[in-house]
């Protein structure tokens, strides 16, 4: 993922809410959403790799990875960054435990941001800062930055995300993708540094990439919503290289027991709205 945008413990009718962008090249192999049928899980995958770049389970767990923008190649890791998800939605550890357990071997892997969360709580680690970051109650973003990066479309996307917690209106996929698909970019002044030059800057700081040369772009929108009463809504709207609509993905399911009260709130290091 490029823009991961989460709302946790919000409202009790909507205790996670997550709506995400990817941004590749249209020329790498991928298998659009799907069931995997050797694990309880809904997730695309990278045909190239073999990882995944964020995926749900059926018990409520999930798992997203941003790469970190490192254009000097100084980062580059031996291994996958998409195998982070699923080592984690595989398993049966805790977000922290998942973390910790794999920080011996962050260092193989380019630079990333890695958000795993289950119904009871969400983590963040980074292998380009320091820490495990449990998050609490509030809406947090992550891109392609060092986690305390709070880069134009990071808090345009929690602008957006705050906007559907704000009525009495039920969430639903559509309105998130909706609101991820917002093509305006950052002014000269607002722009991050992060080695490129400016006019590549420029066009890749709006939340939502149309394709420009090299066919790099937004190739899919997701959203996961789980609700209060358990039940859950995974969807991925993909689009074609010309920037229409390609395909959507819907999947619902109901996790196999009520959510428990949570547990004392944990502040994170993101920044947060809310």
Not at 18 to 37: I, M, V, Y
Not at 39 to 61: F, Q
Not at 120 to 145: E, F, K
Not at 226 to 234: L, M, N, S, T, Y
Request: hydrophobic fraction near 40%; charged fraction near 25%; aromatic fraction near 8%.
């Amino acid at each position: 993922m490029c823009l991961i945008i989460i709302a946790h413990r919000m409202s009790p009718d909507y205790p996670l809410v997550l709506a995400a962008n990817r941004d590749e090249f249209f020329s790498r192999p991928t298998k659009q959403a799907h069931e995997w049928p050797d694990a309880a899980i809904i997730a695309g995958r990278d045909l190239l790799a073999g990882g995944t770049w964020l995926g749900v389970g059926r018990e409520g767990r999930f798992a997203a990875v941003t790469n970190i923008r490192e254009p000097d190649g100084n980062g580059a890791g031996k291994r996958s960054r998409g195998e982070l998800p699923l080592g984690f939605l595989f398993g049966d550890e805790t977000p922290e435990e998942y973390l910790a357990g794999r920080s011996a071997v962050f260092g193989e892997y380019a630079g990333f941001n890695l958000l795993v969360g289950d119904v009871d709580s969400v983590c963040h680690a980074s292998n380009r800062s320091p820490g495990i970051h449990a998050l609490g109650r509030g809406i947090y973003g992550l891109s392609n930055g060092a986690p305390d990066s709070n880069w134009p479309k990071v808090l345009r996307g929690k602008d957006k995300m705050a906007e559907v917690f704000s009525g009495n209106a039920a969430i639903d996929a559509d309105a998130l993708i909706a609101r991820m698909r917002d093509e305006r970019r950052a002014g000269e002044s607002e722009l991050p540094e992060t080695g490129i030059p400016d006019a590549q800057e420029k066009w890749l700081s709006s939340m939502f990439i149309p394709v420009a040369e090299g066919n790099y772009g937004t190739r899919c929108i997701s959203v996961f919503i789980r609700r209060g009463d358990g039940a859950c809504e995974f969807s991925e709207q993909n689009f074609a290289v010309n920037g229409e609509c390609a395909g959507r993905r819907d999947f619902a399911f109901s996790l196999p027991q009520p959510i428990a009260s949570p547990p004392p709130e944990k502040s994170g290091a993101l920044s947060a709205v809310g």
